[in-house]
């Protein structure tokens, strides 16, 4: 089960290894997708990856320490514009883009890391990509 999740740390906190800690006492993977770290503050986008529970612990954690928020969904295909040429496909590092048997263009948002490589290359300009 994976699960991605906006964390700010709170600033007295900003010193602590609250990663390694929900990693240590819940043995979920966690993957930092992004992070900004200041001395006054800190921003991290992470990818929570384990069972229910231990996603549950390790939220219950992480809030104890700063603030956790869903992330919305990362990419958007405007279906209007795309012409489904493949162009976003054979650069997305991550296998994120597929093509289904009609030749259809498809995103799996769950796979996303928000590279913008895709929304780079495309032609028409069909692919918006949240900006964090």
Not at 70 to 80: A, F
């Amino acid at each position: 089960m994976k699960k991605r999740i906006y964390y700010w740390v709170a600033e007295e906190f900003v010193n602590k290894p609250i990663i390694s800690e929900v990693i240590l006492k819940t043995k979920i993977m966690i993957n930092i997708l992004m992070a900004k770290i200041k001395p006054q503050e800190s921003f991290l986008m992470l990818e929570l990856n384990g069972n229910e529970n231990q996603l549950n612990d390790a939220l219950k954690i992480l809030t104890m320490y700063g603030e956790v928020e869903d992330v919305p969904k990362m990419i958007q295909k405007n279906d209007d514009k795309c012409i489904d040429c493949g162009a976003c496909l054979v650069h997305c590092p991550v296998k994120a883009i597929t093509m289904n048997e009609d030749f259809k263009v498809i995103f799996d948002e769950n796979e996303c890391i928000g590279c913008k490589n895709c929304a780079n290359v495309c032609p028409v300009k069909a692919i918006n990509i949240l900006d964090l």
